[in-house]
């Protein structure tokens, strides 16, 4: 109960309570010592006062009780009765029988044998019993020789009565009351004062500059948890990026290879037909010289055309070489390809053309005028196929340079390939030492996390500690 009770307090009231408590018990104590200490003094001073007061009578009454003047002795009682306080002033003979009072005689006791044995031994010495409402004095009568001629049967020395006086201690008690009662209101107003003295100090050196302390760690845990949730958030996106970027590059060096092999293989055709067409640029210019060959054939077969129709044999046998010709020249445009594609059209014609001779020699003698304009038309043809293998021989020749300049840019971009492939895969361990840097990046946002929610767990408890657990809780309510 007293634990629940002061959770709900703040640090200052604690303090402040405590504080109040020790000082509640050092004022109690300190009262009652006070208080202890000023009623004995003020007791003792009044007892020695009662005693000037009694010996002062005692005094007075030496001479009558002496000369046995009784009457005058019975008027200074009743003067002592006057006097503010005293209740009572009797007289006692030695056996403790009462013989004067001040006050009525049958409400007066006598002397028990015990308190008059205590006279005898104090001897000269005065008693004094105390109680809570009055005070009384006992001092011994001594007999002297004017006692012994009133009463001859004494012995000087002896005692021969016993003189008392009994004084009221209520004005004393009561004045003890007040002075009681007047520290204790003063040590209570005295105790509030100081505690609003020290609620002002410890709020304003203590509990406002703990609060400004509590609101700023409070306000950095809040900016402490934001940065860490948006180094977490940022840690797992770059560890998301990363990884994505690592199967990138993974597909992009595996692409990248595969280039790099299509590329040598381009490399190597591009080669490869280098080599093919500088053999078919070899047959054009081959071709090109049969041609030309074929052409002087034809001038020479329309001279001889002309000049004889006897050179028939020699015709057909001509016509028969150029059919080889032809085909040999089919042979090669179809290793050519489809560079000579159109060598093979030509090659085609010519064998037709060839053939046609043939048929032609074989009825020259019926046909040779029509032979002569066939021939012409031959020579024709064959001017026309020698321009046509000249511009395939040029155009060979480019293609060939083309296909050098192909295979060296292939070998270019082979080689780049090959240093792009080495960049991607230094870039894919650069990005294998990202993830690992994000995935520690990640671990420390989430050890930051942790740390955070203790911070906040410990800001807690210090505002509970120095503001209450109620107002906390109200805190977290708005």
Known sequence: ???????????????????????????????????????????????????????????????????????????????????????????????????????????????????????????????????????????????????IRCHPTWKNGDIGGVLSLTYNLDSLNNVIDRLKYFTAGGSLILLFIVSIIIFLVMRKMVSNPINSIINNLSTSAKSVGEASHMTASSSESLSKNASLQASSLEQTSASLKKLAEMTHMNTENAALADNIMSETSQVMIDSNQTMDGLNNAMKKIEEANKETASTLKLIDEIAFQTNLLALNAAVEAARAGEAGAGFAVVADEVRNLALRSSKAANTINVLIKGSNSRVSKGVEFAQKAGESFGTSGKKTREAVALINKIACASKDQSADISQLSIAVTELGKVTQNNLGDSNKASSVSSEMELQFKKLSQDVDSLIKLIRGESVFREANLK
């Open 1 to 147: 109960m007293n634990q629940k009770f002061f959770s709900h307090l703040s640090v200052t009231h604690r303090v402040l309570f405590v504080v109040l408590f020790v000082l509640f018990i050092s004022l109690i104590i300190t009262v009652l010592l006070l208080n202890g200490f000023v009623e004995r003094q003020m007791r003792l001073t009044y007892t020695d006062s009662v005693q000037t007061l009694f010996n002062a009578f005692e005094d007075g009454v030496k001479g009558s009780l002496e000369r046995g003047q009784m009457k005058n002795f019975q008027k200074l009682l009743h003067h002592q009765k006057e006097i503010k306080g005293v209740l009572g002033v009797n007289l006692y003979d030695k056996q403790g029988d009462i013989n004067l009072s001040s006050n009525n005689i049958a409400n007066e006791t006598r002397l028990s044998s015990e308190l008059l044995d205590q006279i005898d031994r104090s001897k000269t010495e005065q008693l004094i019993f105390q109680t809570d409402s009055r005070l009384t004095v006992y001092a011994p009568q001594w007999v002297v020789p004017d006692c």
